[in-house]
Antibody, heavy 121, light 111 residues
Framework: EVQLVQSGAEVKKSGESLKISCKGS????????IGWVRQMPGKGLEWMGI????????RYSPSFQGQVTMSADKSISTAYLQWSSLKASDTAMYYC??????????????WGQGTLVTVSS | QSVLTQPPSVSGAPGQRVTISCTGS?????????LHWYQHLPGTAPKLLIY???LRPSGVPDRFSGSKSGTSASLAITGLQAEDEADYYC???????????FGTGTKVTVL
């Protein structure tokens, strides 16, 4: 069974750093792109970027380029999303999801349960 | 600001049919890229409902169906049930932005 399990909720202060994780199981982790999606309170879904764990090739949404860093450790089937200096506006639920389909028209077939990040000023 | 536009809300009585539209442009839906639909109950993981315009993943009831025409697509829910009350999002790829894009989202209410 394909599963993506994300790390737990985080409460941080502005200016702090953070790294959240997404561990895949039940499939060949290195052979599928992993995407990150943000949902701010009361808002819709926003695509942040994708990473290919096999070679760590990464594509960022222009809206998130330079704001976050995506990485992956294929030895432990885990993808990461990190911030070097959080802002209050980073408060949101963050989802990881596996991509499937024919490039570039991928869709997200399996999703993690989400990681709630709360940043206080 | 999303490039895929959906109505903010739709509603229907149990058993009725509702449709949700997703309007894009020639750089996404109209370019022939697949259009996909997700169901999202807040606080839970979004669920893939329809992929590549019309296809249903295993386990998704056939009450859910998708269609596409030109630069628009639609999700239809027939035999509406209380458990269908959720947010629904369309998603595609946009070649002008080189980005994956989600629709603005539609809240379905079962009266």
């Amino acid at each position: 069974e394909v599963q993506l399990v994300q790390s737990g909720a985080e409460v941080k202060k502005s200016g702090e750093s953070l790294k959240i994780s997404c561990k895949g199981s039940g499939y060949s982790f290195t052979n599928y792109w992993i995407g990150w999606v943000r949902q701010m309170p009361g808002k819709g879904l926003e695509w942040m970027g994708i990473i290919y764990p096999g070679d760590s090739d990464t594509r960022y949404s222009p809206s998130f380029q330079g704001q976050v860093t995506m990485s992956a450790d294929k030895s432990i089937s885990t993808a990461y999303l990190q911030w070097s200096s959080l802002k209050a506006s980073d408060t949101a639920m963050y989802y990881c999801a596996r991509l499937l389909g024919a490039a570039p028209a991928y869709y997200f077939d399996y999703w993690g349960q989400g990681t709630l990040v709360t940043v206080s000023s | 600001q999303s490039v895929l536009t959906q109505p903010p809300s739709v509603s229907g009585a149990p058993g009725q049919r509702v449709t949700i539209s997703c309007t894009g442009s020639f750089s996404n839906i109209g370019a022939g890229f697949g259009l996909h639909w997700y169901q999202h109950l807040p606080g839970t993981a979004p669920k893939l409902l329809i992929y590549d315009n019309t296809l249903r993943p295993s386990g998704v009831p056939d009450r859910f169906s998708g269609s596409k025409s030109g630069t628009s697509a639609s999700l239809a829910i027939t035999g509406l049930q209380a458990e269908d009350e959720a947010d629904y999002y369309c998603q595609s790829y946009d070649s002008s932005l080189s980005a994956y894009v989600f629709g603005t989202g539609t809240k379905v209410t079962v009266l």
